[in-house]
Each structure stands twice: as C-alpha cells, then as structure tokens.
C-alpha cells in the first residue's frame, strides 16, 4: 500500500510517520480522534491539515494493525 501524504524523515520528529512532512506525527492526529475530537474540530484547529491528511492517517493506522500482532493479557 502506499502512503501519498505520510512521511518518515529521520530529520523530523526524529523519524516518526507524520503527515506531509509537517512537523505534525500520526500518531498525535490518531490521538486527536481516539479522544473523540471530529474531524471538523480538528482541521479548525490546525488549518494546516486537510481532510485527506485524516483519511490517509487511518488508512495508515489500519495497515498497520493488519501488519502487526500483539499479545493482549489476559
């Protein structure tokens, strides 16, 4: 799968995925909506994103999930 609008520079967040090059992780978008901020509420808030920037950030999320397995206690 590829990824238009994530980003991995090791010179930018220390090499974290982020959106566009920006200075703006995944992970704290993902957050942002794991909380429960909406998509509205959030691109208000950083005028700098787009809603594609969202929409490509889950995308990435599920990719990942699908990747990675996790042991869960019990």
């Known amino acids: 799968m590829k990824f ?3 980003t991995i520079d090791p010179n930018v967040c220390t090499g974290k995925p982020c959106i566009r090059g920006l200075r703006f992780p995944v992970s ?3 957050g942002l909506l794991a909380s429960g901020e909406t998509q509205e509420s959030i691109l208000r808030a950083y005028p700098y994103l787009e809603s594609e920037d969202i929409m490509e950030a889950l995308r990435y999320a599920a990719f990942l999930a699908e990747e990675e397995t996790v042991e869960v206690g019990k």
Do not use: D, G, N, V
Request: net charge positive.
């Open 28 to 30: 704290r978008l993902l």
């Open 4 to 6: 238009e609008r994530i």
